[in-house]
T-cell receptor, first 113, second 115 residues
């Protein structure tokens, strides 16, 4: 079945620095979504990418969808303590009977002040 | 407006007991999803509904797991004869429709601990 892998599993970042987390799918995706889960919280939708090579920005966050629609990345600039949490990518495949999201294992981000 | 709600928030069960977890989706949302999230892992798909129809239950781990959404709104996930490996957070999510291009709104989850 479809597998979605994320690296790194953990990311320790000094406040103010940049970092990137990567997401790779074993199969081609129709779209990819990114979610953020704060400690003790539930996943919250950040963004969806649909087109091959698509790039979207949300303030300090830049999301990219690969040309082959099998990988994605999230780049955060000038990391702040509010960025603490786990970032999940989730791939969607449209099937005849419907679709579902397959989540990666997440990248846990810790920010050192 | 109100988001997705789940109850109970915490459930402790003795091995072998049956449990029922409830999800109230956002009003008007057609699609409803159940996920299982083990500690330190990403959510794993269990099943989803479009209105009252269960269109995919391929993620249910065993026949001890059963989900229903009889009136196309509230959903219940039932686990029979609970085992220790069932301990996890069970997340419910809803979205406007089944299209892949809609964000999912997650509830706070039910943390199930099986002793």
């Amino acid at each position: 079945g479809q597998q979605v892998m994320q690296i790194p599993q953990y990311q320790h970042v000094q406040e103010g620095e940049d970092f990137t987390t990567y997401c790779n799918s074993s199969t081609t995706l129709s779209n990819i979504q990114w979610y953020k889960q704060r400690p003790g919280g539930h996943p919250v939708f950040l963004i969806q990418l649909v087109k091959s090579g698509e790039v979207k920005k949300q303030k300090r966050l830049t999301f990219q969808f690969g040309e082959a629609k099998k990988n994605s990345s999230l780049h955060i600039t000038a990391t702040q303590t509010t960025d603490v949490g786990t970032y999940f990518c989730a791939g969607a495949q449209v099937k005849a009977a419907g679709n579902k999201l397959t989540f990666g294992g997440g990248t846990r981000v810790l920010v050192k002040p | 407006g109100a988001g997705v709600s789940q109850s109970p928030r915490y459930k402790v069960a003795k091995r072998g007991q049956d449990v029922a977890l409830r999800c109230d989706p956002i009003s008007g949302h057609v699609s409803l999803f159940w996920y299982q999230q083990a500690l330190g892992q990403g959510p794993e798909f269990l099943t989803y509904f479009q209105n009252e129809a269960q269109l995919d239950k391929s993620g249910l781990p065993s026949d001890r797991f059963f989900a229903e959404r009889p009136e196309g709104s509230v959903s219940t996930l039932k686990i029979q004869r609970t085992q220790q490996e069932d301990s996890a957070v069970y997340l419910c999510a809803s979205s406007w429709d089944l299209a892949a291009y809609n964000e999912q709104f997650f509830g706070p989850g039910t943390r199930l601990t099986v002793l």
